[in-house]
């Protein structure tokens, strides 16, 4: 039973929630003039883990073609076969309707608006098909986490969250432009579409560097539109920055995965010590 549980686990890259899960906690509390309740918390938490496990599913079983002949991929486990493609549509299935029944129980609108997070959550995967831009079909994705947070806790789409949400998409789109990187000469091969093989790997950097600015600008701005955030926060932000930098400076896979957890985690906790704390 525990092999088959770390191999589920392995197949939706779990440990990598860490990217999402901090930035979603930092909308909770910056979307709320008071403490949420934990009814609230548990089921934002959980919604934004049945997302993502289903968008991981989703992806390995449309990329499992690929995933087959690239040495990178070939030891995953639907490739493997610690895990069968059966099992994969399974937790994929299971976890998109459990999303969307976390978020009937935020609200109504929240619930009308899941489908279209599912429905992106498929086209990333294709993206690769069609794009050159597949990394802002993800970013997409990322934008709706703060917004989806402020219509399931107060019914609307405020600045605040849309400000935030332009941040995690540019975040997350630059992200995937370098970890694109590591798959250029086989994406080149096999004819699948990126940025990095449109424009070549050296302006594809650059231009994650553009979108990790423009989160920087993003993030900035959030200080500036909610009056409770004050100097620390604001100069905890250039901590971040330089995080930022030095991720494009060392593009291996194990540093730009443990960066980009350190950025989202030390950006919950600026902003949980600013509001909770300092601001009470």
């Not at 690929?66 to 030891?75: A, F, G, V």
């Not at 993800?138 to 989806?148: D, K, N, S, T, W």
């Not at 993003?218 to 995080?243: E, H």
Request: net charge positive; hydrophobic share 55%.
């Amino acid at each position: 039973m525990m092999e088959r549980i770390r191999a589920y686990l392995e197949l939706v890259r779990f440990e990598h929630t860490v990217f999402a899960l901090p930035f979603g906690l930092s909308s909770l509390i910056l979307l709320t003039e008071s403490i949420p309740g934990l009814r609230e918390i548990i089921l934002i938490i959980l919604a934004l883990i049945f997302a993502r496990t289903a968008g991981m599913a989703i992806n390995r079983i449309v990329d499992e073609p690929y995933d087959r002949l690239n040495p990178r991929t070939s030891s995953w486990p639907l490739v493997s076969g610690k895990v069968s493609k059966k099992e994969a549509y399974l937790i994929a299935v299971l976890s998109s309707i459990l999303f969307m029944i976390t978020a009937y129980f935020l609200n109504k609108l929240a619930f009308l608006l899941s489908p279209v997070v599912i429905a992106l959550l498929i086209l990333y995967p294709y993206g690769k098909r069609f794009t050159h831009l597949p990394h802002f079909i993800l970013g997409a994705v990322y934008f709706l986490i703060p917004v989806a947070i402020d219509v399931a806790l107060n019914a609307r789409i405020s600045l605040l969250s849309t400000v935030m949400g332009v941040g995690m998409a540019f975040w997350v789109a630059g992200f995937d432009i370098l970890y694109a990187l590591q798959d250029y000469e086989f994406d080149r091969k096999v004819g699948l579409k990126s940025l990095p093989v449109k424009i070549g790997i050296k302006k594809a950097v650059n231009v994650s560097g553009l979108c990790h600015t423009i989160t920087f600008i993003s993030l900035l701005s959030v200080g500036v539109i909610d009056n409770r955030l004050g100097a620390f926060y604001f100069l905890s932000m250039f901590i971040l920055l330089f995080l930022f930098i030095y991720q494009r400076k060392n593009l291996k896979e194990e540093v730009f995965f443990t960066v980009n957890g350190y950025i989202s985690i030390i950006y919950l906790c600026v902003v949980a010590i600013d509001v909770l704390l300092l601001r009470g």
